[in-house]
């Protein structure tokens, strides 16, 4: 890879300021060359044979467009599932719906009505939910990242007509202002509340136009000193927030310094920026996880719990000691659910010791609500595996999804999960709907007909998005 096409990937990656980008573009791009390079060479055979596909695929797409990164939700038959839509110089969001539980579905229909103005990726795809409503069908609600200028947008829009039509789109409370933000995940309460959790680099905005006040009143140019990278992640947060405005932060972590996040609860500072966060609720329970930057740039995985529906949350818990040390974001983060015992089930990837990228794999563990989780336990896989997702299935199982390298191309890979009393899992490996190459970053959605998932599939004219129920 030239070093013009990764500093074009790390632009993706939005960050927001000169300064940080000096500062970390050189670790950043060394840590996804490795990555890269460690991923197609790294071979972990962990099933004795390849398994069946499954069958039925139903596929989304816009034509004209290459379709990718999905995020899939269900109730009962009713299946929605969004994604984007991009040509060379725009990018918008779709909903598709189902009816029969992801068997057919109608034509995708557009959310933003700003053409072109969404910036979604596999690790910030826009996320649904499906709202229940009483003998109709359920509300959908999309969360996406769109550009505005030299600033990020976490945009809403919700459909109260099946996906036919949505309304106009508006940013989540508590999300305005400059800098960038992103990496959402997205829960619906037992209220009815659209919860949502992003990471947010506000503060760097403020730091920069700082160095740069500086700058102009010196006789001689200064530079941003690099300092240690846990000091510079603390201008990352994590934000915390419902669509209805009903999160009263409290002064113990709320910001509620300016009219703009009002609305906002910030859980911590030090959050890894470019992985995904994911977010659950169960009760008045709000669950959420994220990667940590620990003293010395350990990026671990980190957990906090809020038992009054989000006006607080507990100090982070670290998941695992791995102790990850990486000056640079990774753009894998953990994955969430919680069963029906309220115990909460973390998947996530890290090198197996700590600090061989090459040992790049998956793991698993278990805490029974808000208790220190149980010692990791590796997934076996077929290579080096990213991108989880996890679910609980009707059935009180986890059915977990990543893709995976195996001969040089990404596959998906899948596992079904039982967890004993003692918090130890066992793994039996599931068919994935399609056994094929170049296979990605899947999404999974549970109801009480079953569990499906939905995922990027590159063909020769494009990638199109591949839905399937999971057996």
């Known amino acids: 890879m030239t070093m013009q096409n990764l500093r074009a990937a790390c632009s993706l990656r939005r960050l927001p300021t000169r300064s940080l980008t000096r500062s970390l573009t050189p670790t950043l791009t060394r840590s996804r060359a490795l990555i890269a390079a460690c991923a197609f060479a790294f071979t972990n055979v962990a099933f004795n044979a390849p398994l069946p596909a499954q069958s039925a695929i139903a596929t989304l797409t816009v034509d004209g467009r290459a379709s990718a990164n999905p995020s899939i939700a269900a109730q009962g038959a009713f299946v929605a599932v969004a994604f984007s839509a991009a040509t060379v110089s725009s990018m918008d969001i779709f909903v598709a719906t189902s009816r029969d539980g992801g068997t057919s579905f109608g034509a995708p229909v557009q959310v933003n009505r700003v053409p072109g103005e969404a910036r979604v990726s596999g690790e910030e795809p826009p996320r649904v939910v499906l709202v229940p409503r009483p003998g109709s069908t359920p509300d959908i609600v999309v969360v996406w990242t769109a550009k505005a200028g030299a600033n990020w ?7 109260t007509d099946g996906g036919t039509s949505f309304s106009t789109s508006r940013a989540v409370p508590g999300s305005e202002g400059d800098g ?28 920069d136009s700082a160095h740069k006040h500086t700058m102009s009143a010196t006789a001689a140019p200064m530079t941003m000193p690099k300092g240690d990278p846990t000091e510079r992640a603390a201008l990352s947060q994590l934000f915390f ?9 409290s002064t113990a972590n709320a ?78 983060g953990p994955a969430l659910a919680i ?16 600090k061989d990228m090459a040992a790049l794999a998956l793991f698993y563990a278990v805490s029974r609500d808000g208790a220190p989780f149980s010692a990791r336990t590796r997934i076996p896989t077929r290579g080096a595996a990213s991108h989880p997702q996890v679910v609980i299935t009707a059935d009180g199982s986890a059915l977990v999804a990543w893709d995976e390298v195996v001969d040089g ?19 039996t490996p599931v068919p994935a709907p399609d056994a094929g ?35």
């Open 255 to 332: 910001t509620a310094t300016a009219t703009a996040t009002a609305n906002a609860v910030r859980i911590t500072r030090s959050v890894c920026y470019c992985c995904k966060t994911t977010l659950a609720a169960n009760g008045n329970s709000v669950y959420a996880v994220w990667r940590h930057v620990y003293p010395g740039s350990q990026r671990d995985i980190a957990f906090s719990k809020s038992s009054d529906g989000g006006r607080t949350f507990a100090a982070p818990q670290r998941v695992s000691d791995d102790h990850w040390q990486i000056d640079g974001c990774p753009d894998n």
């Open 180 to 207: 960038a933000r992103g990496w959402q995940s997205v829960a619906v309460d037992a209220k009815g509340r659209v919860l949502v959790l992003w990471l947010d680099h506000r503060d760097l905005v403020k730091a």
């Open 409 to 427: 191309t990404r596959r998906m890979g899948m596992t079904r999960v039982r967890v004993d009393a003692a918090g130890r899992p066992t793994f």
């Open 241 to 249: 927030s419902s669509l209805d405005n009903t999160t009263a932060p």
């Open 339 to 354: 069963d029906t015992q309220r115990r909460a089930h973390v998947v996530w990837p890290t090198p197996a010791d700590g």
């Open 153 to 159: 947008k976490l945009l809403s829009a919700r459909s």
């Open 437 to 471: 190459p170049k296979q990605w970053y899947p999404a999974l959605a549970s109801s009480e007909t079953g569990a499906l998932t939905a995922w990027v599939r590159q063909l020769d004219k494009g990638s199109v998005i591949g839905v399937a129920r999971v057996k």
